[in-house]
Protein backbone atom coordinates (compact mmCIF):
# COMPACT_ATOMS: atom_id res chain seq x y z
CA UNK A 1 0.00 0.00 0.00
CA UNK A 2 1.06 2.91 -1.16
CA UNK A 3 1.16 6.25 1.49
CA UNK A 4 -0.40 9.20 0.04
CA UNK A 5 1.29 12.30 0.63
CA UNK A 6 0.01 15.21 3.23
CA UNK A 7 -0.74 18.05 2.58
CA UNK A 8 2.17 21.31 3.60
CA UNK A 9 -0.60 23.85 3.87
CA UNK A 10 -4.49 24.22 2.90
CA UNK A 11 -6.23 27.10 1.46
CA UNK A 12 -9.99 28.30 1.56
CA UNK A 13 -11.10 30.37 -1.18
CA UNK A 14 -14.40 31.31 -0.09
CA UNK A 15 -14.88 33.71 -3.25
CA UNK A 16 -13.97 31.39 -5.52
CA UNK A 17 -15.51 27.82 -3.37
CA UNK A 18 -12.37 26.57 -3.66
CA UNK A 19 -9.85 24.58 -1.04
CA UNK A 20 -6.09 24.98 -1.82
CA UNK A 21 -3.99 21.62 -1.46
CA UNK A 22 0.06 22.49 -1.35
CA UNK A 23 2.30 19.42 -1.65
CA UNK A 24 6.21 19.03 -0.73
CA UNK A 25 6.46 18.78 -4.42
CA UNK A 26 5.73 21.85 -5.10
CA UNK A 27 2.57 20.90 -5.98
CA UNK A 28 -1.26 23.06 -6.03
CA UNK A 29 -4.26 21.38 -6.24
CA UNK A 30 -7.65 24.08 -6.16
CA UNK A 31 -10.41 21.75 -5.32
CA UNK A 32 -14.31 23.34 -5.67
CA UNK A 33 -16.38 22.87 -2.52
CA UNK A 34 -19.08 21.80 -4.46
CA UNK A 35 -16.58 19.11 -5.69
CA UNK A 36 -15.70 17.78 -2.24
CA UNK A 37 -19.41 18.10 -1.14
CA UNK A 38 -20.94 15.44 -3.98
CA UNK A 39 -17.35 13.29 -3.66
CA UNK A 40 -17.06 13.47 0.31
CA UNK A 41 -16.28 9.82 1.98
CA UNK A 42 -19.37 9.56 3.91
CA UNK A 43 -21.87 7.04 4.26
CA UNK A 44 -24.38 9.91 3.00
CA UNK A 45 -22.44 9.89 -0.44
CA UNK A 46 -20.83 6.20 -0.22
CA UNK A 47 -23.30 4.23 1.22
CA UNK A 48 -21.76 0.84 2.89
CA UNK A 49 -19.19 -0.56 1.02
CA UNK A 50 -20.65 1.04 -2.82
CA UNK A 51 -18.66 0.84 -6.34
CA UNK A 52 -19.95 4.40 -7.00
CA UNK A 53 -21.14 7.67 -4.45
CA UNK A 54 -24.46 8.54 -4.66
CA UNK A 55 -25.59 11.32 -6.95
CA UNK A 56 -26.06 14.40 -5.01
CA UNK A 57 -27.09 17.47 -6.58
CA UNK A 58 -27.60 21.19 -5.66
CA UNK A 59 -24.26 21.62 -3.96
CA UNK A 60 -23.63 24.13 -6.32
CA UNK A 61 -23.23 26.62 -3.95
CA UNK A 62 -22.02 25.07 -0.80
CA UNK A 63 -19.25 26.51 0.95
CA UNK A 64 -17.38 25.41 3.79
CA UNK A 65 -17.35 26.38 7.41
CA UNK A 66 -14.38 25.49 9.18
CA UNK A 67 -11.55 22.98 8.71
CA UNK A 68 -10.67 20.82 11.22
CA UNK A 69 -7.45 18.42 11.83
CA UNK A 70 -8.35 14.98 13.01
CA UNK A 71 -5.07 13.25 13.85
CA UNK A 72 -2.13 13.13 11.65
CA UNK A 73 -3.95 11.56 8.72
CA UNK A 74 -7.31 13.82 7.91
CA UNK A 75 -9.33 16.91 8.19
CA UNK A 76 -13.05 17.59 8.52
CA UNK A 77 -14.52 20.09 6.09
CA UNK A 78 -17.83 21.26 7.97
CA UNK A 79 -19.99 22.43 5.14
CA UNK A 80 -22.37 25.23 5.18
CA UNK A 81 -25.30 22.87 4.30
CA UNK A 82 -24.83 21.53 7.66
CA UNK A 83 -22.74 17.90 6.47
CA UNK A 84 -19.79 17.52 8.39
CA UNK A 85 -19.57 13.32 8.46
CA UNK A 86 -16.71 12.70 6.31
CA UNK A 87 -13.19 12.33 7.40
CA UNK A 88 -11.03 13.86 4.41
CA UNK A 89 -7.95 11.27 5.01
CA UNK A 90 -4.44 12.54 3.22
CA UNK A 91 -5.03 9.06 0.89
CA UNK A 92 -9.03 10.58 -0.38
CA UNK A 93 -7.82 14.15 -0.95
CA UNK A 94 -4.55 13.15 -2.89
CA UNK A 95 -6.93 10.38 -5.02
CA UNK A 96 -9.86 13.42 -5.52
CA UNK A 97 -6.78 15.98 -6.59
CA UNK A 98 -5.41 13.87 -8.88
CA UNK A 99 -8.62 12.59 -10.27
CA UNK A 100 -10.68 15.23 -9.99
CA UNK A 101 -11.15 15.86 -13.98
CA UNK A 102 -12.09 12.30 -14.35
CA UNK A 103 -14.41 12.30 -11.65
CA UNK A 104 -16.25 15.48 -12.11
CA UNK A 105 -16.92 14.37 -15.85
CA UNK A 106 -18.02 11.53 -14.70
CA UNK A 107 -20.58 13.50 -11.93
CA UNK A 108 -21.58 15.64 -14.48
CA UNK A 109 -22.61 13.05 -17.47
CA UNK A 110 -24.38 11.17 -14.14
CA UNK A 111 -26.96 14.37 -13.33
CA UNK A 112 -27.57 14.85 -17.02
CA UNK A 113 -28.06 10.94 -17.48
CA UNK A 114 -30.54 11.57 -14.19
CA UNK A 115 -31.88 15.13 -15.45
CA UNK A 116 -30.22 16.41 -12.25
CA UNK A 117 -28.83 20.13 -11.47
CA UNK A 118 -26.44 21.14 -9.86
CA UNK A 119 -28.34 23.71 -8.50
CA UNK A 120 -31.30 21.56 -7.34
CA UNK A 121 -31.49 18.19 -5.44
CA UNK A 122 -34.66 17.59 -6.11
CA UNK A 123 -35.04 14.66 -9.14
CA UNK A 124 -37.13 16.13 -11.88
CA UNK A 125 -40.29 13.26 -12.27
CA UNK A 126 -39.19 12.82 -15.68
CA UNK A 127 -36.24 11.30 -15.23
CA UNK A 128 -37.18 7.86 -13.11
CA UNK A 129 -38.05 5.26 -14.74
CA UNK A 130 -41.20 4.42 -16.22
CA UNK A 131 -43.46 2.13 -14.65
CA UNK A 132 -45.00 -0.38 -17.30
CA UNK A 133 -48.83 -1.89 -16.36
CA UNK A 134 -49.56 -5.26 -16.34
CA UNK A 135 -51.70 -6.17 -19.67
CA UNK A 136 -55.00 -6.77 -18.84
CA UNK A 137 -56.43 -10.47 -19.15
Request: proline letters at 7%.
Amino acid sequence: MTTAPKPTGFKLRKQSRTLELRYADGSIHELPLEYLRVFSPSAEVWGHGQAEPNLIGGKREVGVDAIEPVGQYAVRLRFSDGHDTGLFSWQVLHDLATNHARYWATYLQRLADMNMSRDSDIVKLAALPKMHRPAKP
